[in-house]
């Protein structure tokens, strides 16, 4: 960019020409206010001038006796000692009988718009520039026999601004020295707040910040340190939901959990929060410049499906963990069965064994008369393994049933099931230790009521809400803040897809107690034939 287009020269350019303007603006007034004080004080004075000169006893009789002869001599004494510029004497017949041009003496005298002729003194301003004054002469008896008119013309328009005195022409120049040092100021400072860039340079990093911001896939926020968002690209409308740049955070209302994150009263890389049907994972960045926080920047992620899929490997991970407690168990049992038949114990062996066919096929019996849906049923199976490994006791409470549902009608009520059932079961046997789980089923014309009740401690109760907006486990809930407990939010977010709840509240009736979660699963409607 060339030197003479610079930030500073152009601010430079600008207060000069603003500074002229101003000083032209303020020229003009004067000039204007100087001419109309001339025209009102040479008014009056003219009008003086006149009168004297129209009382006077000679101008009077020689005009009355129209003995014209004297009046060129009082003419152009009344105008050496008034200072006008002309004085002229006209007869009744307005006849110009003495003026400064011996040419004009015998011609008729233009009295345009002037009350004179009329009895009346008059002063006009002709031309803009010439003050009038014209009076008539009275005879003794009050004719009318003439009349006298001075004037003096107004000096060029900015003769009082050359010839002013020196105070005013100092004025004006301390005017132009405060201007051009207070616009080298101004252009200095700009300089320095604009970092040194130049007009195209600041528009081109606008423009490369927008692209850059606006285009990432990831969502992006911008906050100030009052907490108003003065960015937010597409990506971030769309995950929020909102489109409110000016707006502080906490006028959005937004939950707890997300306002917190956004504040930065919530801090920690890779924050997991629940935003409606959506799990996302924010990181909040502060904007530092020279030492002081001036805003942050947000990006957020959309974990959901991530997070749906790490849901799948845990349960996998829960499946593999299962077979190897289970081989864990069974290979126990074939060596305790093989320890008894080298002893001989054979009648022992055959007890041994029955017993453990009779304690599996009960759980097996008891979850396939209760749950009609195969998927929950293996599923509940393989919890009752794991719950033996960890020394807890999985049941099912007296009364309950699940019904199966005709995939036709809702395909994807049994994965929505496995996935609230699993993670509430684990999260009750983190919670319950060497204690109890127990499920509850309820099947209703038009939805699912799944009950999972755990022998722990409890939640305390300011977790109570605070446990599926921060998405961790009542294990984990007093010592974790962070994505340990994303199983809930999960949970929560099934049952939020489907239009259904889930909520916690602890049991404390008697020989109860622990946490109880609630969730339910509305069914698709069902299908009305055309």
Known sequence: MSTGRTLARQFLGWQLGIVGLLLAAVTALAVVQSDAAFRETQGRRMLSVAEDVAATAGVRESLAARSFGPLPALGTSARNLSGADEIVIVDADLVVRSAADPAQVGEPFPVGESTAPAGRAWVGNPDGRTVVAQVPVLADDGRVVGLVAARVEAPPLLTGLVAAPGPAAALVGVAVVLGVAGSLLLARRVRRQTLGLEPAEIVELVQRREAMLLGVKEGVLGLDRAHRITLLNAAAEELLGIDAVGTRVDHLGLDDRLRDVLTGTAVGADQVVLHDTRVLVLNRMPVVVDGATVGAVVTLRDRTELAALEDRLDASRHVTDTLRAQAHEFTNRLHTIAGLTELGEHEEVRRFVAGIVAGSDQWRREVTASVGDAAVAALLVAKASLATERGAELRLAPGSRLDAVDPARDPALS????????????????????????????????????????????????????????????????????????????????????????????????????????????????????
């Open 415 to 530: 994965a929505d099931l496995v996935t609230v059932l699993g993670n509430l079961v684990d999260n009750a046997l983190d919670a319950a230790g060497p204690g109890w789980v127990e499920i509850a089923f309820a099947t209703e014309p038009d939805a699912v009521r799944v009950t999972v009740r755990d022998s722990g401690p409890g939640v305390a109760s300011e977790l109570v809400e605070e446990v599926f907006r921060h998405g961790f486990s009542t294990k984990a809930a007093e010592h974790d803040t962070g994505g340990r407990g994303l199983g809930l939010a999960l949970a929560r977010q099934v049952c939020l897809r489907r239009g259904g709840t889930i909520t916690l509240h602890n049991d404390g009736g008697p020989g109860l107690a622990g946490a109880v979660f609630t969730a339910c699963l509305p069914l698709a409607p069902a299908q009305v034939p055309a």
